[in-house]
């Protein structure tokens, strides 16, 4: 990975380019041991005025003639490209792909951002009349309190849990820790902590992000060649649901990632309860209550007690976010699964520092599109 934050000196296919290198370092990997690349931004040409964003990074890391695709589906671009990448080795295609998902959003004004982000919604039925996501994420906050007695103070139990965890993590855009009371509660957290989307506030989002991050795929039998610890993704699953949420069975509800969640699951061979970790797509500090629930791991409506009961925490039975999340890690759209990705294989083989969750051997991702109307999710495990 990048650092993650603001980088007003570097371009888009810098900030992919330096990822790329990194992961390629690690594993020894010459430009002859590389199949195809895939490259997943969600905005590249809307911010940047750089498309064939593939075609631009395997020219500059002088990966020719190998494959070159740029992979596109909103905030899971990262995760699609994974997908994608694992599914043309499976299928006999290529032998090893390098997969590296980049943005650049900090240089463009916040109003353009939610813009952009927003035509991920129905254009017809949301889009045209003012819904952004932080007003879909407030919507779903307050079906949440009003059904299962959530509180603004569990969301703000995420927000304190995830940037202390990022405080462990030197890639995170965010590394300081906040405490309960300053953003919940007391007179300062009326002035440091605004209302976005009513019930929704400044803390419970994520920051708009610059940085990118890369992982190497292989076969098996070739992972050998570049590592003695490699990481193995024993399961995948991609699902949708309606675009507009007022079309859905229960918006309050993740269809998607139940669907996806039970593939992984499935092809692995493992269920919920097997998993050690999770790194979970926490735009908003509700979705990651919402999608510990919804990927099995809590039972509907009770993820916010274990998070008050300290069971998400680093050194809690079941860490969630162990990175910071993208609360505090940061957010990069396209680079977000496979920051993801690229965090769960440090944990697996033992080279998270600080942030280390012990005994680690199975992980969980949940990558989300739009408002998860389009998610990925992974199993992955340690052989």
């Given at each position: 990975?990048?650092?993650f ?51 631009a ?111 462990k ?26 209302l976005?989307?009513?019930p ?26 570049f ?10 699953g ?7 949420v007022q ?5 309050a ?72 999340g ?42 989300l ?15």
């Amino acid at each position: 990975m990048t650092k993650f934050g603001r980088h007003d000196e570097k371009a888009l296919v810098s900030l992919m380019t330096e990822s790329s290198v990194r992961a390629l370092e690690d594993a020894g990997a010459t430009e002859k041991s590389i199949d195809a690349v895939y490259a997943a931004s969600m905005l590249a040409g809307e911010l940047n005025n750089q498309t064939a964003i593939g075609s631009a990074l395997v020219d500059q890391l002088a990966l020719t003639p190998a494959a070159a695709d740029r992979v596109e589906n909103g905030p899971a671009s990262g995760g699609s490209a994974i997908k994608n990448a694992y599914c043309g080795i499976a299928c006999g295609m290529y032998d090893t792909v390098l997969v590296t998902g980049g943005e650049k959003m900090r240089h463009v004004p916040a109003e353009t951002i939610t813009d952009y982000i927003a035509t991920m919604t129905n254009i017809e039925a949301e889009y045209v009349h003012g819904v952004t996501l932080p007003s879909l994420a407030g919507m779903l906050t307050r079906l949440y309190m009003e059904r299962y007695g959530l509180t603004e103070e569990d969301l703000a139990r995420v927000a304190v849990k995830n940037h202390l965890n990022g405080s462990k993590n030197p890639y995170a855009h965010i590394q300081q820790p906040i405490a309960l009371e300053g953003i919940y509660g007391s007179p300062e957290a009326a002035v440091n902590n605004p209302l976005i989307a009513d019930p929704i506030r400044m803390y419970h989002c994520c920051p708009v992000t610059d940085g990118a991050a890369s992982v190497l795929l292989s076969t098996a039998e070739k992972a050998k060649e570049f590592t003695d610890t490699p990481v193995r993704i024993a399961g995948v699953g991609q699902a949708t649901d309606k675009m507009a949420v007022q079309d859905r069975k229960d918006p309050a509800t993740l269809e998607a990632l139940r669907a996806a969640a039970a593939q992984a699951f499935k092809m692995s061979k493992t269920t919920p309860q097997d998993m050690n970790l999770a790194e979970l797509h926490d735009a908003f500090t509700i979705l990651e209550i919402v999608e510990s629930e919804d990927a099995g791991f809590f039972k509907k409506g009770t993820g916010h007690m274990a998070l008050r009961d300290g069971v998400t925490a680093l050194d809690g039975k079941f860490p969630i976010n162990p990175s910071g999340g993208l609360k505090a890690r940061g957010h990069p759209v396209g680079a977000t699964g496979v920051a993801q990705i690229v965090e769960l294989t440090w944990q697996l083989r033992g080279e998270a520092d600080k942030r280390q969750v012990k005994n680690a051997q199975r992980a969980f991702s949940c990558n989300l599109g739009g408002f998860a109307n389009n998610i990925l999710a992974f199993v992955l495990e340690r052989p």
